[in-house]
């Protein structure tokens, strides 16, 4: 006979019940779901970080006499802004579905986070503006990708031309020291006609001109296949109402024929029910 207290086995089995119920209890999956909503709930507030961004970025750089308590000021909003990047790129790297592919897509986004040197790249968060503008636009696909070049160029030079001023500005033997110079230098390098009259000199500039260059052979492509398929389309449609209207010819000849040919037939059954001219027949003799 069973000396235990009464009761206590099953109350000791209801709590060890309870706790493999609570251990047992999945996570929530990760699923595209609740990655999109992330996303659809973070892309505004992160536009208007980049924005903010931008102008704790330039103020120090287009006016170097400002005071040090407001340069302290946009470093804190600068560092307040990545870390609201990385905290974004990290919450998005957790609700992924497959998080390796995730890191393969967005490789930009991490090295935005990780290397300080292209933190002026969170100007790309303006793009979420231009895919917002799209949702709400009947625009082709031509129209689409324009727009984005056109934006991705602005903030390409905008943001080579901070970035290079910021650098060079305060070296004795840069000749890159106003922004209009630096405006002039990003417009050149990413056209890549680059005059020379002015160049980079600290080893920062040069990694801003590298990237520069790239992005703007990379633009010259997308403009150059953007303007040959439209020539292509061009002379596509011209084609095509040239088969039309030739099509259209030879329905009309068919009709003609047709026509024609009803008319002849009709001719030829009136001949046809006409009465015709009697033989006469031969007298028999008997």
Not at 68 to 84: E, G, M
Not at 154 to 181: C, G, K, W, Y
Not at 227 to 245: C, H, M, N, P, T
Request: proline residues 6%; charged residues 20%; negative net charge.
């Amino acid at each position: 006979m069973d000396g235990g207290t009464p009761g206590f086995g099953v109350g000791r089995s209801l709590w060890s019940n309870r706790g493999v119920e609570q251990h047992s209890t999945p996570h929530p999956p990760r699923t595209p779901d609740r990655l999109d909503r992330w996303r659809s709930v973070t892309e505004l507030p992160l536009v208007a970080a980049a924005l903010v961004f931008v102008g704790a970025y330039a103020w120090p750089v287009l006016d170097p006499d400002i005071p040090s308590y407001w340069r302290d000021l946009c470093q804190v909003v600068i560092t307040a802004v990545w870390v609201a990047f990385a905290a974004d790129y990290a919450t998005r790297l957790y609700l992924s579905p497959d998080r390796w592919a995730f890191v393969r897509k967005n490789v930009l986004d991490l090295l935005i986070v990780v290397l300080p040197v292209l933190r002026p790249l969170h100007l790309v968060r303006l793009l979420t503006v231009v895919s917002l503008l799209h949702r709400h636009m009947t625009v082709s696909l031509r129209g689409h990708v324009l727009l984005y070049t056109a934006v991705i160029t602005s903030v390409m030079l905008l943001m080579a031309s901070l970035s290079i001023l910021r650098v060079e500005q305060h070296v004795p033997e840069a000749n890159i020291t106003t922004f209009p110079d630096a405006f002039w230098w990003s417009l050149v390098t990413v056209s890549t006609v680059g005059y020379g009259d002015l160049y980079p000199v600290t080893g920062s500039g040069r990694v801003i001109a590298a990237c520069l260059f790239v992005g703007g052979i990379g633009l010259l492509g997308v403009i150059t296949g953007t303007l040959s398929s439209w020539l292509v389309q061009r002379v596509e449609e011209k084609d095509e109402s040239r088969e039309r209207a030739a099509e259209e010819e030879l329905r009309e000849q068919l009709r003609e024929l047709t026509e024609q040919v009803r008319a002849l037939r009709s001719e030829l059954d009136g001949s046809v029910r006409s009465p015709e001219t009697e033989v006469p027949r031969p007298v028999s003799e008997g």
